[in-house]
């Protein structure tokens, strides 16, 4: 079946930090790739996305790329902010079928 | 452009009774997903409607079931409450796509508490 594993959290980091969070993925075929943020309250935001291998995915800071090899997708972002304090989600989707998959969600915290 | 909406932002029923919850696409979005964010579980797929049909559904009991308004809105009722209901069930809407596939752009969400 299809599948995301999250890096479990929380992640608690301090302003300008380095983050990663990791995220692997199981699926038949050839998914596209999400990575979803939750800010406190609010609906699930669109953060970045790459559609086939070897994307690279960028919004806000964030950057994530599409690995076929290792079948994942890793957030990163190269100095965090308070703001940044959020759950994050993976996510996968399959042509045709529309849904999304997602990971179990990594909740940060960012110290200043 | 408004975004997705939804209604009520919470909701409290009792065991065995029905819940309606309400989505409102954005202007020109002729798809609506649901989805039930429960503590623990993650998030999962419900169901998917286009043009007024239900297109694909996820791994739910059938008291879970919905439809799409002519105007594209779109309720979820979900019959027979069960404590473990209790959940955040959230809304999204795309352009029409199952030849390929549009951002989901999500509401806020309904907060369902069953007691």
């Known amino acids: 079946g299809n599948s995301v594993t999250q890096m479990e959290g929380p992640v608690t980091l301090s302003e300008e930090a380095f983050l990663t969070i990791n995220c692997t993925y199981t699926?038949?075929?050839?998914?596209?790739l999400f990575w979803y943020v939750q800010y406190p309250g609010e609906g699930l935001q669109l953060l970045l996305k790459?559609?086939?291998?070897?994307d690279k995915g960028s919004n806000k800071g964030f950057e994530a790329t599409y690995r076929k090899e290792t079948t994942s997708f890793h957030l990163e972002k190269g100095s965090v902010q308070v703001s940044d304090s959020a759950v994050y989600f993976c996510?996968?989707?399959?042509?045709?079928?529309?849904?999304?998959?997602f990971g179990q969600g990594t909740r940060l915290t960012i110290n200043p | 452009e408004a975004g997705v909406t939804q209604s009520p932002t919470h909701l409290i029923k009792t065991r065995g009774q029905q819940a309606t919850l309400r989505c409102s696409p954005i202007s020109g979005h002729t798809s609506v997903y649901w989805y039930q964010q429960a503590l623990g579980l993650g998030l999962q797929f419900l169901l998917w409607?286009?043009?007024?049909?239900?297109?694909n559904r996820g791994n739910f009991p059938p008291r879970f079931s919905g439809r799409q308004f002519p105007n594209y809105s779109s309720e979820l009722n979900v019959n027979a409450l069960e404590l473990e209901d209790s959940a955040l069930y959230l809304c999204a809407s795309s352009l029409e796509g199952p030849a390929g596939f549009y951002e989901q752009y999500f509401g806020p969400g309904t907060r369902l508490t069953v007691t």
């Open positions: 790459a559609t086939k291998a070897d």
């Open positions: 409607y286009d043009e007024g049909e239900e297109r």
């Open positions: 996510a996968l989707s399959l042509q045709g079928a529309q849904k999304l998959v």
């Open positions: 699926a038949t075929g050839y998914p596209s």
